[in-house]
């Protein structure tokens, strides 16, 4: 899989909870950033489905 690299800036509260979750789920950072994005591509993807029918 190929990455791209880039910068992010989040208001304090959403950092604290991003590092507290990824300790939580045993994952870096990234990691964690990466898993919440595809959950919530896939829950749109979900409602589309839904919606097309």
Do not use: H
């Amino acid at each position: 899989m190929k990455t791209t690299q880039f910068k992010l800036n989040l208001p304090a509260d959403v950092k604290v909870w991003l590092e507290e979750e990824a300790v939580r789920n045993l994952r870096s950072q990234g990691a964690q950033v990466v898993s919440c994005l595809r959950a919530a591509m896939s829950r749109q993807e979900t409602l589309r489905e839904g919606a097309e029918k």
